[in-house]
């Protein structure tokens, strides 16, 4: 596990009971509603895969509209929330609310802006209320160089650090993935120590902002689903890294690689083979740290594959282990 802070897996099931806004609203029980239930243009609904959220969990957004929907475009807190549409119905469309690990506590505004296909305009709006995410904490006592780095690490761990935040910054308007996410190890179901902080010294550290997934060294990784790659270099931190685009504002993250199988540019089908299980970077023995940014909030990935992946006891879709250049 890297000896920089990280957090503990969300392992608590996600409530999927829908919150329903606008039209129809009366046929669902209250339990299940969001505090404010919020408002709705007639003809239109708004649905939440749970009434509330925690720090570092995702939640599942679908517009319903009585009339095909032209664009819609979500906002939480000055922050975009893109929408897509899923099959054939035109008159719904989708979107992932992502809750950052370390976003305070509090109630938020969710807003959904759009028109019709016919060029009425349409609006939800309804306040998402975000708990405090229970996190485990470990404290280490440990060798000076892993909390004192040296002047020259510091500025390349900086660096590395600003050019993550400026590819998820990013946002490609085109939605890249089609079909479920998976886990990228095969035979994998979970993971550990996503959200967890570790006190190095009495020194508190960064959360964790993955999930470490067990493997041997060699054990292929593959792509969670179809996306271009952004980032395929080794890194101070995470190693030999690899980071894919799937659009709209989702990337995942793929750490401490014993070797990376494609290049910046490269446009991947799920379950590419895109490196191996390694222990590059700052890290004690072989794992994959397995990451997802969804418009630049750190989220348990794992709740990704549950809201849009393969419905349970389905078995995942397999694609050929190949890439091609883009």
Known sequence: ??????????????????????????????????????????????????????????????????????????????????????????????????VDLEKAPGEYELKIAGETASGEKMSCSVKVAVRQGRFATESLQVGQEFVEPSPEQVKRANEERQKLRDIFDRVTPERLWDGPFRIPLDGVTTGSNFGKRRILNGNPGSPHGGMDLPGTTGTPVHAAQRGNVALAEELFFSGNTVVLDHGLGIYTFYGHLS??????????????????VGATGRVTGPHLHWGLTVERARVNPLLLVRLLGNPPDTPARKKPSKRRAR
């Open 1 to 98: 596990m890297r000896l920089q802070g990280w957090r503990e897996v969300l392992t608590r099931r996600m409530s999927f009971a829908f919150v329903i806004l606008g039209v129809g609203a009366a046929l669902y029980s209250p339990e299940a509603m969001a505090k404010d239930p919020g408002a709705c243009t007639a003809g239109t609904m708004l649905l939440l895969s749970a009434p509330e959220a925690s720090q570092g969990s995702l939640l599942l957004i679908e517009v319903k509209s009585a009339k095909p929907l032209a664009a819609v475009q979500g906002d939480w807190g000055g922050r975009s929330v893109p929408m897509w549409r899923e099959g054939a119905d035109e008159a719904r469309q989708k979107g992932l609310l992502g």
């Open 259 to 276: 070797e990376i199988d494609v290049k910046a540019g490269d446009s991947l089908e799920t379950g590419a083979v895109l490196g191996k």
